[in-house]
């Protein structure tokens, strides 16, 4: 395992991120969130335990009321190595008074719901954020600008393949691996200096009626799939030469992570342990990183 503290990229690493979108508690997030706060702290609690058990950290994407919420637990978390990221789903934010997904709303509106969205989040922490992931993964072809505008400049915004127009989400063609954005068109790789690295995903296995590819998520599956989804990804990386190889999962404080028989904390165990595992068999030096540390590292090596 590497020092994920390194800043030059080499070909036979694997860059590892496991992030969780933290929401506002479901009494006052329409598209979803736990139950209660306490439940959102032992989620986030549990999820760190194990990573850091298996040597790993990850990227946390919060809203701007549960940054205010568990600020002292984040900013505990941030020490540990864990970077904290911006998440927002536009109804969930303040009074609620916005009724559609980001990826409904125009550049100028974007740029107008993430800055004061931005200012909120930043209320907590005294920064701005710097990573973003938009609920649902809802974009546009104005978003990536839009993020860059505010101050973004990383993110984990694309689930390739993902086609669900309800949620204003439709990934369909999208570069599925590392790279700067393209300003004006969100499906191809360009030179906006915002880098996205998105969730990774199987897009031969289909979920939800079809409209969304099989991803590294783990509420979503077993091991015995997210396995496969790990090891598919890893072996096209390779094949295709990827230069900056990742490996990107999700999941949401809505789970009781800190309960050792709750199975889907034996599932985060599993995925934790078969990274460690996979890497090896196909030669390459696992590296646990965050989503602005391989931005990082992609510019040290001038990609």
């Not at 590497?2 to 991120?17: A, G, P, T």
């Not at 984990?156 to 949620?167: H, Q, T």
């Amino acid at each position: 395992m590497c020092n994920w503290k390194r800043d030059e990229v080499v070909q036979d690493d694997l860059y590892v991120c496991f992030t969780m979108d933290c929401e506002r508690i479901r009494k006052f997030s329409p598209p979803g969130g736990p139950e209660t706060w306490e439940l959102s702290e032992k989620a986030i609690r549990g999820f760190t335990e194990v990573l850091l058990a298996h040597g790993l950290v990850g990227t946390f994407f919060i809203v701007p009321e549960t940054a205010h919420r568990h600020r002292e637990l984040f900013l505990e978390l941030e020490e540990e190595g864990f970077e904290l990221g911006m998440h927002l789903h536009p109804q969930s934010f303040g009074d609620m008074r916005h009724g559609e997904y980001l990826g409904a709303y125009s550049y100028e509106e974007q740029v107008e719901i993430l800055s004061q969205a931005v200012e909120v989040w930043a209320e907590a922490f005294g920064r701005r954020p710097r990573s973003f992931r938009p609920g649902n993964y809802s974009a546009n072809d104005s978003t990536f600008r839009a993020l860059y505008e505010v101050g973004f400049r990383q993110g984990s915004v694309s689930a390739p393949e993902r086609v669900m127009p309800k949620y204003r989400a439709v990934w369909a063609g999208a570069y599925p691996y590392a790279h700067h954005a393209h300003p004006n068109f969100r499906l191809i790789p360009g030179d906006l200096d915002f880098y996205e690295v998105p969730t990774t995903e199987d897009w031969d296995r289909r979920t939800w009626n079809g409209r969304s590819a099989m991803e590294l998520r783990v509420e979503m599956a077993g091991i015995g799939d997210h396995k496969q989804t790990i090891d598919k990804r890893i072996a096209d990386m390779i094949e295709r030469q990827i230069p900056v190889k990742t490996i990107v999962a999700i999941t949401h404080n809505c789970f009781d992570y800190q309960d050792p028989d709750d199975p889907k904390r034996k599932t985060l165990e599993e995925m934790a342990a078969h990274l460690k595992e996979a890497s090896e068999r196909f030669g390459l030096r696992l590296c646990p990183a965050t989503i602005e540390h391989i931005h990082r590292l992609a510019d040290g090596g001038g990609i």
